[in-house]
T-cell receptor, first 115, second 113 residues
Framework: GDSVTQTEGLVTLTEGLPVMLNCTYQ??????LFWYVQHLNEAPKLLLK?????KRPEHQGFHATLHKSSSSFHLQKSSAQLSDSALYYC??????????????FGQGTSLSVVP | EAAVTQSPRSKVAVTGGKVTLSCHQT?????MYWYRQDTGHGLRLIHY???????EKGDIPDGYKASRPSQENFSLILELASLSQTAVYFC????????????FGHGTKLSVL
């Protein structure tokens, strides 16, 4: 079945350094990929969604590029901020051509940005 | 901003007892989902629904039932709560299925003792 792998459980960075969180996937289809972010004691919310036309989505300084050849959708930011500390989930839609599709989530990566 | 409200926000239950978690959305969304969050496992889908009076099994449905009595309400029922069901539970909704943005509730922290 479809799956999403986030290899890092915890990433600790110094403020100002670049961020890269890894996400790889396996899917029968050519899926939509998503990044959701969950700050402490808050609900998960959408950060980014892949485009069908290979454009690179960007939001709040974060961006991610869908590489179908390597089945990856890594999340990047040029300079980490303390407020970026949160739990990040990568997810894919299991039937992208259907409205009955469901999201499959990875294990999550906890990002901790320190001064 | 779409609103999804879960109740209760936290609950302590005894092993073998019945637990009902409730979810209410006011966004006119057809699709609703129940996820379980555990460290190291991420968010796993328990049950979901596309329309009122119908529910579907997700990836980890064992030990859980779901009920969708109306478009706005979606409940998760643990008939015989077990220690292994201690987790944080999230409800979510969307208007266009899994290809579009999910709106999550704030979660219910369930502790089974």
């Amino acid at each position: 079945g479809d799956s999403v792998t986030q290899t890092e459980g915890l990433v600790t960075l110094t403020e100002g350094l670049p961020v890269m969180l890894n996400c790889t996937y396996q899917s029968t289809y050519s899926p939509f990929l998503f990044w959701y972010v969950q700050h402490l004691n808050e609900a998960p919310k959408l950060l980014l969604k892949s485009f069908t036309d290979n454009k690179r989505p960007e939001h709040q300084g974060f961006h991610a590029t869908l590489h179908k050849s390597s089945s990856s959708f890594h999340l990047q930011k040029s300079s980490a901020q303390l407020s970026d500390s949160a739990l990040y989930y990568c997810a894919l839609s299991d039937h992208p051509s259907s409205s009955f599709s469901k999201l499959v989530f990875g294990q999550g990566t906890s990002l901790s940005v320190v001064p | 901003e779409a609103a999804v409200t879960q109740s209760p926000r936290s609950k302590v239950a005894v092993t073998g007892g019945k637990v009902t978690l409730s979810c209410h959305q006011t966004n006119n969304h057809d699709y609703m989902y129940w996820y379980r969050q555990d460290t190291g496992h991420g968010l796993r889908l328990i049950h979901y629904s596309y329309v009122a009076d119908s529910t579907e099994k997700g990836d980890i449905p064992d030990g859980y039932k779901a009920s969708r009595p109306s478009q706005e309400n979606f409940s998760l029922i643990l008939e015989l709560a077990s220690l292994s069901q201690t987790a944080v539970y999230f409800c979510a909704s969307t208007g266009q299925g899994g290809n579009e943005r999910l709106f999550f509730g704030h979660g219910t922290k369930l502790s089974v003792l």
